[in-house]
């Protein structure tokens, strides 16, 4: 085999080493091929080394800004939340100081109606004590009164026979004799009736009551509607009008008032019966002032963004109102009906504030009667509510307000208040006649209401005038704006009995 082999080779040694090179280069590049792999392998191993630890650092970074954002939300939610409280309990203090002046003010009215009541029961007694000596002043003043008739008699029979007198002088002697006597027999009858009313103590005693708490007055400011808007100079005037007139045009078409720009200087005056519509239209020009753009777009735009405000404005009004008169459960129209009262007047009285303030007394006159207090300020609060849209609806202002009091679901009671405050329709409830107490009480009070110096001074001295008029009265004096009279009388003339005849006659004529 050995031999075989030797042959072999020495027979083919060119062709080993022929084919030996191929195969050594096969090695050599198996051997490169392997190096290579492992140096990539190498290579590699490092990259994802470097690519964990950065990415190892940038989680770790991560989580660290994570807790400093976690951190500064955690503060600033803090510090939001501090703030708001603060707002609150500051909030809470000034609610709590203004409810404790409301107290305060109660108080100090519920003190005053104390000692009212307390003086009106001394006057009680004393009226007891005067009684009693009035009964024994008349008892001898009837057996003086049978003398004079006596007297009286025999010196008519004396006259007739004396005096020459004719028929018909005779008969209207007569006629005068029996009236004055039916006249002193009606006055004897009215003085019955009223001391039999007298006696019944608490009937009367809630009168006086009633009475004493229609003397009480409160402060209010006595509002007014502007109807004049100042402009900063005349060539916003000119402005206004626009060419040819078109702005103008324009506004008085969008708001449905008319604008009356005359001679005056640097003033506009504005027309209007709506209130609301006349607010609009004010508020409207203002604002057209300020922005300075003044043209038919522009003011179509701005009127409607103002109508959206008034609604708003309207209706938190109305909120205000049920709130502060305490009177709740009331229909959303009716809230909104009552916040357009707050651009009503009546003789320069606001009727907003003028139905909150009746709301107030009607209240407080019903608590003291221990009468029914919710129905006595919720048919004082709406007893005007038809004066928000008496311009737009024909008929008597009681009358539209009980149609809308029906219309949204009020009571029959509440109705009955609304229909009955200026006496047209017979009250049924004695709330409805404190409600109507109560709105005299906070239209007649001194400073509520105003009107031209000349028709309140003439009205007065008319209303002098008719009571100096009658026999026996020797001065008069109109107060409490006209809607009450004194009177002094000539005692010689006027006694105590014939007075409550003479109150009826002047009322009368009145």
């Not at 082999?5 to 198996?30: D, E, K, Q, Y």
């Not at 604002?287 to 209706?315: C, F, N």
């Not at 048919?379 to 609806?393: M, R």
Request: proline share 2%; hydrophobic share 40%; charged share 30%.
């Amino acid at each position: 085999m050995q031999q075989l082999l030797s042959f072999f080779f020495l027979a083919n040694g060119h062709n080993i080493f022929a084919w030996l090179t191929p195969v050594i280069a096969v090695v050599c590049l198996a051997a490169g091929v392997a190096g290579g792999v492992l140096v990539y392998k190498l290579n590699r191993d490092k990259k994802i080394g470097t690519a964990t630890a950065e990415a190892n650092s940038i989680v770790e970074k991560g989580k660290a800004e994570a807790k400093a954002l976690k951190k500064e939300a955690i503060l600033e939610a803090r510090e939001e939340t501090h703030k708001l409280k603060s707002e609150h309990e500051r909030q809470v203090r000034e609610r709590n100081q203004e409810l404790n002046k409301q107290e305060q003010k109660l108080s100090a009215r519920e003190d005053a109606l104390d000692k009212r009541e307390e003086m009106m029961l001394k006057k009680f007694d004393q009226l007891d004590t005067q009684q009693k000596h009035l009964s024994s002043q008349q008892s001898e003043l009837a057996k003086r009164q049978n003398e004079i008739d006596k007297a009286s008699e025999k010196i008519t029979a004396e006259l007739e026979r004396v005096a020459s007198l004719t028929k018909d002088e005779a008969k209207q002697i007569l006629i005068d004799q029996i009236t004055a006597d039916a006249r002193k027999d009606a006055a004897s009858i009215v003085r019955k009736i009223e001391t039999e009313a007298r006696e019944n103590g608490e009937a009367k005693a809630k009168e006086i009551v009633s009475l004493a708490i229609q003397r009480c007055a409160s402060d209010q400011v006595s509002e007014t509607t502007i109807t004049t808007i100042p402009l900063p100079n005349d060539e916003m005037k000119g402005r206004l009008i626009g060419r040819e007139g078109r702005n103008i045009r324009a506004l008085e078409n969008a708001t449905g008032v008319e604008l009356i720009i005359d001679d005056t200087p640097e003033v506009v005056i504005l027309s209007g019966f709506d209130p609301v519509r006349r607010q609009i239209a004010r508020i409207t020009i203002e604002k057209l002032i300020t922005d300075g753009r003044i043209h038919p777009a522009r003011i179509e735009e701005m009127v409607e963004k103002v109508k959206r405000d008034m609604e708003i404005t309207i209706k938190d009004a109305g909120e205000a109102a049920s709130f502060d008169s305490g009177v709740f459960g009331l229909h959303p129209e009716i809230i909104k009906l009552l916040g357009r009262l707050k651009f009503r007047t009546s003789y320069g009285q606001n009727v907003l504030r003028h139905s909150i303030e009746t709301s107030y007394i009607a209240g407080i006159m019903a608590a003291e009667l221990g009468l029914d207090v919710n129905l006595a300020k919720r048919g004082a609060l709406l007893h005007d509510i038809g004066k928000a849209v008496d311009q737009e609806v024909e008929g008597t202002h009681m009358q539209i307000g009980a149609d809308l009091a029906k219309k949204y679901k009020e009571s029959k009671e509440v109705v009955n208040c609304i229909m009955s405050h200026h006496g047209d329709v017979e009250p049924m409830t004695v709330e409805a006649i404190i409600v109507a107490a109560a709105d005299a009480v906070s239209g007649a009070r001194p400073g509520a209401r105003r009107e031209s110096i000349e028709n309140y001074v003439k009205r007065l001295e008319k209303l002098e005038e008719i009571a100096n008029s009658f026999n026996g009265v020797q001065k008069s004096y109109a107060v409490q704006a006209g809607r009450e009279i004194r009177i002094i009388v000539k005692p010689e003339v006027v006694n105590d009995e014939t007075t409550v005849l003479l109150a009826k006659d002047i009322a009368k004529k009145i």
